[in-house]
Every structure is written in structure tokens, then in C-alpha cells.
């Protein structure tokens, strides 16, 4: 039996916890979160339960986009700690149970890393190739102009004029952010021996940046224009980005990079990945060739209302290829969070259908508290993006402010104005405040995930979508007498759900309004951003 078909893989099991390093908890006492920082938290996260944390890029980095423009693969930031740090953190991390994720960024270096000084320095660098250099399309009066119409996700041009070379390179993020040559053997070699570096370490896999943007067009056509962009949106969705990513070879490239996983035993491989269903899935790949998971942002994407987020999952789960084990996103540090999408009260809602969903859940720090959006004085905005397009509607700022610990100075997050606000609320949102708290989301979620251990079916059952009525999303977990339901009302009004038969009478095992008590009954009354999950009578408690 291969790897893609074998039944029981950790992941399946688990859920993970996103953090974003710089806005953890600061232990060095600069106003940025730090290694140190996590490691004094892990006895809050197994609290909460979760099982495997992916830290954001925590490499040697100028910083331009906050460690996603790395000038050293194979060393920690002084910002975050030393490599002793890093060594001490994974040690306590797997001595208390929980996985540990990094983040690989193999699709651009920083502009400060020495494989791309090299290859800037000269047009016969050995080192030329590893990055995608191409020349200028020549005015007739000599002037020079970019090789096409291709478009940074950060806006502009994404094409880089080199003076001293007389050539153009490619950047699909920032100029400081040159794109690697994925086409070039030594660039795949490389990056698999970063690979190697981190997983000889025991860390437990890579959630993969921008994973569908590796490959290019090795023509480097023009993407076509985007009939319904609106001026008001990023311009990265001027064009269409046909071209310039998601091109078939990728395919190939992540078959490799599931080799080297291969290498060593149960490591996961998840790549970050923005594109409609269809495209998405494919990159399951066949037979165990493609990362284990493709980040599933449907949820981040679509309007927060019972009818679509059920048509969502419903298309999800009959899109997975045989074997495509599913997984569940709400937030993450480039996205509005989800309490700022859903408002306070459907943040409950939102965690209930995360952690009951089949599939593995990620959640984003901070969003156990409902932190929402922080509106970011304009002195204060960090985020590379919108100070490139200050026009853009959301800066990715607003859902990377500090977690919240305490009603000490700065939330216990630092002894020091921290690099990004806190949320107005602070003082009461807080873990300090939510911790055994009745009632309060921290407390949700850690029921949440208690519960999601103690019931398999949570966990590997099968999903089945229940008509239950208006505003209401419902679904069974399981088969048989092995089953729970689940109902979430949508609407801030009390409404009525229909319920199986076999449900009448069954416990409910936990409510998202602590006053609940009693059994199940025939039409259900759920309360206003209410949600449950109920065994059926006689069955599963
Ligand atoms: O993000 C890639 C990416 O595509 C997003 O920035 C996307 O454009 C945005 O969310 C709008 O949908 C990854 C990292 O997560 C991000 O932080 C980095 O800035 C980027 O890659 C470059 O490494």
C-alpha cells in the first residue's frame, strides 16, 4: 500500500495552529514576538488543544515582507532567537506532543541572499540562471521596456529593471523579492537540500508558499486582460494570471518535493495555494505525488451566510480526488480575520464549523479570542502591500496585530509598545480574561477540540448535510448508530431546525450558548447564533 492510500496519517487527526511569529509573544523585549516568546506559551496551546503549530518565516530576512523574503535558508532571524532557540523550541514542542511546522518560501529569495547577488553580478554568473532574467523589449528611440505585461501581486510592474546587467528579472511579490528559476535542476537541488536541512532537524513538514507560482510559462506570454476587474480592487486582477502561474509542470516539481519527504516518516507537506476549486484539486496530484494537503480557503473567500457556506462544503467534498483528505481554513496573517468577516457573535459559529467539518482545521492565533481587525493608524502601517497600493481596501496589518494574554501593559505581550496595535478591547480580551470563562469563545474552542478527541467520528466520519431550514447550516458526522449532528443557526434571530428522527431525544453534547441544558428535542429552537452538536438518542455521548 503506498503513502497516498494508507488509511491513517497524523494529520487527519490533528489540527493546526497558525502563528505568526512576530506577534506571538515578545521575550527579548524589542515589541516583536520572538522563539523564545513561543516556547513560553506552549503549555497554552496544549491547553487549548491544538496538535501541530506552522510558524511563519522565522529565517534570516531584511524584513521587507516580514520574513517571506529570506537572505538565509538555513539560519534563524536574530529578531526571532539563535538556532539554539529554534533547536530547544522543537525539543519542548515534541516533549509536550505538539508538531511543529515551518514555513518554506522556495518561489523567490530575498534580493540580500548570495545566490541572488551572484546572479545580478554578472549576465555569466554561474549563478545567473537560478533566477529569471530576460531581456528588455527595445522603444525605437532606444528606451527600454519590460519583456510583458505581467503584474506583481503587490501591484506595478513585475518585472525589474537591472541596470548594470541590461536585463530585466522577475519578481511576482516585491522587486526585493526576486523570483527563483523552479526550470533550473541546481535551484530544485538546492531547495530540496533546505528541505533536508530542517527535516534532518525533526520538524514535521512545510506549509509551502505560493506553491502554485513556481513554474512560468517557458514562453513568458501575456496574460490576458480580466473582463470583470474593477479599478477598486488590487491590480494584480487587472489580468488574468493564466500564464505566470499554475502552469502543468508544477505537477512534476511537487511530485519532488514529495520524494524528499519520502526520505523521512510521516512528515505533511501543505501548499498555500489561491485558486477556483477545480484548479485546487489537482494539486492532490495522483498517487501520492501531490502535497497532502492544498490549503482549502473557500471559507475565507465566500459570503458568511448558511445557504452558500453549505453549497461551499457540499462542492468541496464532492470535488476531493479519491484519497484527497480535506481540510478547513478561516483566517490566516494575509486575510481579514474571520470575527472582523462574521462579527463577534457568528465567530462562535465559525469555530464550531471549523472543528466539525471533515478534515483537518487550521486556526489562526488570536482568532480563539475573536480578535477582529485593528484599524491601523496611518504612521503606523508596516505591511509592505499597502504602502505600495495605499488604495487597496485591506492591509494585511490589520490581522497580524499581537496576541492578547493579559490585562498587564501591552496585553503581556511585551514590556514595550509592540510593533502593531492591540485591539481596543484588550483589557477584557484577553486569555487571562477568557481562560475557564463560561461562555467565552477561548472557552468554545477548547471544548471544541476536547471534544473532537474524544469522538472519532468528529474527527474521520463521514459528512452529510441535513436539511434543516432557513438560516440554519446542519450535518451528521459518521454512519450509524456511530453519528452526531450538528446545527448552526446563522441568523442573530432564535430559529427553528428539523431534526432526524434519531436525534429526538439524544444529548447534546455541547452548545455555544452556556445555558443550554436538557435533551434534544423534535423542532429544535436554537437561540440566536446558536450551535450544537447532539447524539442521537441512545447512541454516542
Ligand atoms: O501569500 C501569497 C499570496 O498570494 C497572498 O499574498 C495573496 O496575494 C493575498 O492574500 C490576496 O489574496 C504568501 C504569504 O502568505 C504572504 O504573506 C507573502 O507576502 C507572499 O506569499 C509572498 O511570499
Not at 401 to 412: D, I, L, N, V, Y
Amino acid at each position: 500500500m503506498n503513502d497516498f492510500t494508507r488509511a491513517a496519517r497524523w494529520w487527519r487527526d490533528e489540527t493546526i495552529y497558525q502563528i505568526y511569529p512576530r506577534s506571538f509573544c515578545d521575550r527579548s523585549g524589542d515589541g516583536v514576538g520572538d522563539l523564545a516568546g513561543i516556547r513560553a506559551h506552549l503549555p497554552y496551546l496544549r491547553e487549548l488543544g491544538v496538535d501541530a503549530l506552522w510558524l511563519s518565516p522565522i529565517f534570516v530576512s531584511p524584513m521587507r515582507d516580514f520574513g517571506y523574503d529570506i537572505a538565509d535558508y538555513r539560519a534563524i532571524d536574530p529578531l526571532f532567537g539563535t538556532m539554539a532557540d529554534f533547536d530547544r523550541l522543537l525539543e519542548e514542542a515534541h516533549g509536550c506532543g505538539l508538531k511543529l511546522l515551518l514555513d518554506l518560501v522556495p518561489n523567490h529569495t530575498s534580493d540580500q541572499h548570495p545566490w541572488f547577488k551572484a546572479s545580478r553580478s554578472s549576465r555569466d554568473d554561474p549563478r545567473r540562471d537560478w533566477y529569471i532574467w530576460k531581456d528588455p523589449v527595445r522603444g525605437s528611440d532606444g528606451s527600454h521596456h519590460p519583456p510583458n505585461n505581467w503584474i506583481s501581486n503587490f501591484g506595478g510592474s513585475a518585472w525589474e529593471w537591472d541596470e548594470a546587467t541590461g536585463q530585466y528579472y522577475y519578481h511576482a511579490f516585491l522587486a526585493s523579492q526576486p523570483d527563483l528559476n523552479w526550470r533550473n535542476p541546481d535551484v530544485r537541488a538546492a531547495m530540496f537540500d533546505v528541505m533536508r536541512f530542517w527535516l534532518d532537524k525533526g520538524v514535521d513538514g512545510f506549509r509551502v508558499d505560493v506553491i502554485w507560482h513556481l513554474i512560468k510559462d517557458d514562453q513568458f506570454r501575456d496574460n490576458p486582460p480580466n473582463p470583470a476587474y474593477s479599478p477598486d480592487e488590487p491590480e494584480i486582477h487587472r489580468t488574468l494570471q493564466v500564464h505566470s502561474a499554475d502552469q502543468p509542470e508544477i505537477h512534476r516539481v511537487i511530485a519532488q518535493m514529495r520524494e524528499v519527504m519520502h526520505e523521512y516518516d510521516e512528515r505533511l507537506l501543505i501548499g498555500e495555494i489561491y485558486l477556483p476549486l477545480e484548479r485546487l484539486m489537482h494539486y492532490y496530484g495522483e498517487e501520492g505525488t501531490g502535497v497532502h494537503l492544498p490549503f482549502n480557503f473557500q471559507l475565507i473567500q465566500c459570503p458568511w451566510r448558511a445557504e452558500r457556506v453549505a453549497e461551499i462544503v457540499d462542492e468541496y467534498e464532492a470535488a476531493l480526488p479519491p484519497g484527497g483528505w480535506p481540510n478547513w481554513v478561516l483566517s490566516n496573517h494575509d486575510q481579514p480575520r474571520i470575527a472582523a468577516r462574521t462579527g463577534e457573535r457568528q465567530a462562535a459559529i465559525a469555530a464550531m464549523l471549523l472543528l466539525t467539518l471533515r478534515g483537518t482545521p487550521t486556526i489562526y492565533y488570536g482568532d480563539e479570542l475573536a480578535i477582529a481587525d485593528v484599524a491601523i493608524p496611518p504612521d503606523r502601517v508596516q505591511d509592505p502591500w499597502a504602502r505600495q497600493e495605499p488604495g487597496t481596501s485591506f492591509n494585511r496589518d490589520r490581522a497580524r496585530t499581537p496576541m492578547q494574554w493579559s490585562a498587564e501593559p501591552h496585553a503581556g505581550f511585551s514590556v514595550v509598545e509592540p510593533w502593531l496595535p492591540l485591539t481596543d478591547d484588550w483589557p477584557d480580551r484577553n486569555v487571562a480574561a477568557q481562560r475557564g470563562r463560561p461562555g467565552s469563545l477561548l472557552s468554545l474552542y477548547t471544548a471544541l477540540l476536547r471534544l473532537r478527541r474524544s469522538h472519532a467520528v468528529l474527527r474521520t466520519g463521514a459528512y452529510r448535510r441535513i436539511e434543516a431550514g432557513e438560516d440554519i447550516f446542519a450535518y451528521e458526522r459518521g454512519e450509524g448508530a456511530d453519528r452526531l449532528a450538528i446545527l448552526l443557526n446563522f441568523a442573530a434571530q432564535p430559529r427553528t431546525a428539523s431534526l432526524p428522527d434519531a436525534y429526538r431525544g439524544g444529548a447534546i453534547l455541547l452548545s455555544s450558548d452556556p445555558a443550554r441544558s436538557g435533551a434534544a428535542e423534535g423542532p429544535f429552537r436554537l437561540g440566536a447564533d446558536e450551535g450544537v452538536i447532539v447524539a442521537p438518542a441512545g447512541g454516542n455521548r
